[in-house]
């Protein structure tokens, strides 16, 4: 048999904090016990809104579950005394009536400015989230909304919570329609907003604080617009004001040059990453010339041997590309480092084949790596044993 309804004393009151009521029926489940009352203050989950945190009798209520007519609070154990004491998590529930105001403003607001509808609301631990009806919503109709959002704040209207058997309601002009049962609660802002909502507000728009609005994205032909209000707005102000004063004092210069000069230091870096891979093609080049000078010849080939240290302007690829680039030559790099690695390669069309050779190499000395016919690499080696990979890759070549 069902519970017998729970009177949600939410509906008439969203700042009772807390209240008395006696158990009607627990039942056990897995992680406890579903407790029910015949009045409570606690808010299911339902309608975007998480549900409430708190304690009866002291016991933390794990989950707040809105099973239609009634309300289950599900705790680890079960309460001892008959009528028990409820008390809600004030500072969580507060949050979500600023969140939850200032989304019946906002969505308003957004209808009201441009005609777009909010298709739904989710209420999240950070942030809250509205989809609207089209995609096409820029920062200037965000902008607008958002202002005439907040002066509605500014205004400090008044928030009425008031109930109305169904047919009536139908026929009131509802921004967000119900399917409900029964009589419908409404939910008015004076001379701005009439919802049918049973989530939980503030009494004056003015406790909202403020509605900023932090994101928007484009999805599958809406708009998500993500928001904060009232305390997240100031933390979220606070923690802007501290990345933004972070990042000033790491440029030296005032919050407001921030950005532009953020734009410049980029220009500059892109330009001198420029300036540093031509330096670097250039002193390949050198380092080639001044290795093959001193290379050994075998058939008529040049064979470069040598063992580099990473160095910012010298880079192993284009050392070993500059090599095999001059004529008929192979180079057989081995590269320092924790751990160190090898480059083999030849002119194009050269009579070895690089891959095979390295891992010959690495097969034993260690290492792991491979390649095409002209240029294979491998890391993963110890530095004692470059020079020892180095003869072997020698001897191997034809
Ligand atoms: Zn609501």
Redesign the pocket.
Known sequence: MAPSETDRLYYTDCYLREFDARVVEVKAESRGFRVYLDRSAFYPES?G?PADTGTLDGLPVLEVADEGKAVAHVLAKKPENDPVKGKIDWARRFDHMQQ??G??VLSSAFEKTGGYKTVSFHLGKESSTIDLNSDRIGSRQIEEAVDSANRILFENREVRIFFAPTDAASRMELRKPTSREGDVRL?EIDGFDL?A???T?VSRTGAVGIITVRKSERIKGLARVEFVCGGRALGKARDDYRFLSGAALQLSTSLENVPSLIQKQSAELRNAQQAKEKLQERVAEYRALELLASATERKGRRIVRAIVSPCDLEDPKLLAHAVVRQGSATALIGLKGEPAGLIFAQSAGGPDDMNAVLRQTVAQVGGKGGGSRDFAQAGGLDNGNLDKALTIAASLLS
Request: glycine share 24%; net charge neutral.
């Open positions: 309608g809104q939850h105001t989304q019946h939910v919802s909502c049973g989530g507000h």
